[in-house]
């Protein structure tokens, strides 16, 4: 199969589409905006629907309404746009509709800047919106893996019933690789039991998050902790790279765990014994993983473009057995893997041995 050079944003869009998205409502911000123009163009190409609502807020309730319908529908924001968002995302865990949803992170608190950043962590996978939902987070590192995880989350989406997030960032938003587009076989998933299709010869459904009956939402809730629980049985991807003899371990997802590996590699070639454990999914975490690794590891190195947020499940999941230290850019700047090589000399007090 031929590859194709593309944008992060036009490859997460174009997965989409051939992953049979029919509908998607979205509002400009930067550095996501490709992904609504692209699909102002293609989606009515295909027979779906492009909406430029009035606002983040309204977008996303559009996604609910298509969802409830039994259509793959998505939307995409940066960080301010997916703040606004928060409110129907929780609607749509609580209701236990599919949707996908691509946040290209960029700096903050407040407006910040349109620079790539990692500092929407915690609202991604500690739940952004109010109650005790979850949502499946995939972090892909490349052009590539943006391609492939958005079409495996409309399937992940559908199998689950469940909001689904990519979070990416301004840097993989932006940059332009070779994709090859492979589409894997989808799956027919029956939504005849629940979507919003008319009532004509069938009882009514009613969808809904305001459950008032004594009991009623503790038994729902139960039962999406349930749901969460097989998550962390059957769904954590990671990804592991020269780690079996290695004394130091960086951890870390996106964009960072790409520049980390170069300057890894360059470390190992000098003789430091470092390898990367690279979190896929961000929720569910890869706890046990980083736990097995931590009977072997000395120190684990969190390298994230915020100021310390994965740090603190890696810390849970290494639960005192060996050090764990943090390099963390919060400023929305670009980082180099030479800005990394030099973090990791510092904390490490690594120094190459000199050629006489």
């Known amino acids: 199969m031929n590859k194709v050079l593309m944008k992060g944003t036009e490859a997460a869009a174009e997965a989409a589409i051939k992953a049979g998205l029919k509908f998607y409502a979205g509002y400009p911000i930067t550095p996501q905006n490709e992904i609504p123009e692209y699909f102002s163009k293609r989606l009515p190409e295909v027979g779906g629907v492009f909406i430029q609502a009035e606002s983040e807020i309204a977008a996303i309730n559009m996604v609910y ?127 005849s039991q629940w979507a919003l299709t008319g009532a004509k010869g069938r009882p009514s ?47 870390a997802f996106g964009s960072a765990a790409r520049i980390s590996l170069s300057a890894i590699r360059k470390l190992r070639q000098e003789g430091l014994k470092i390898g990367l454990i690279r979190p896929i999914t961000l929720f569910p975490f890869p706890e046990e993983a980083i736990r097995q690794l931590a009977q072997d590891i000395e120190t684990f190195i969190v390298v994230e473009f915020n100021a310390g947020q994965m740090i603190e499940d890696v810390r849970l999941a290494v639960n005192g057995v060996a050090e764990v230290k943090l390099y963390g850019r919060p400023g929305g700047s670009i980082v180099t893997a030479e800005d990394v090589y030099d973090a990791i000399i510092k904390i490490t007090k690594f120094a190459k041995a000199q050629v006489i």
Not at 233 to 246: A, P
Request: aromatic share 10%; glycine share 8%.
């Open 65 to 191: 309404g298509a969802s409830a319908c039994g259509f793959r529908a998505m939307t995409s924001s940066s960080s301010p746009g997916i703040s606004l968002k928060q409110e129907a995302i929780s609607y749509l865990a609580a209701a236990e509709l599919p949707a996908v949803i691509i946040n290209m992170m960029r700096g903050g608190p407040g407006l910040g800047n349109i620079s790539g950043s990692q500092a929407d962590y915690f609202q991604a996978v500690k739940g952004g919106g109010h109650g005790d939902y979850r949502m499946l987070v995939y972090a892909p590192f490349s052009v590539q893996e943006l391609w492939d995880y958005t079409i495996f989350a409309f399937e992940k989406a559908d199998e689950w019933r469940t909001p689904v997030m990519i979070l990416g960032d301004g840097v993989i938003a932006q940059m332009m690789e070779p994709v090859i587009q492979k589409v894997p076989e989808l799956r027919k998933i029956d939504k």
């Open 205 to 251: 459904r009613f969808i809904r998050t305001l459950l008032m009956e004594e009991g009623e939402l503790e038994k729902h809730n139960y039962k999406l902790q349930e749901k969460y629980k097989k998550w962390n049985e059957q769904e954590i991807q990671y990804k592991t790279y020269f780690i079996d003899d290695s004394d130091i371990a960086v951890v």
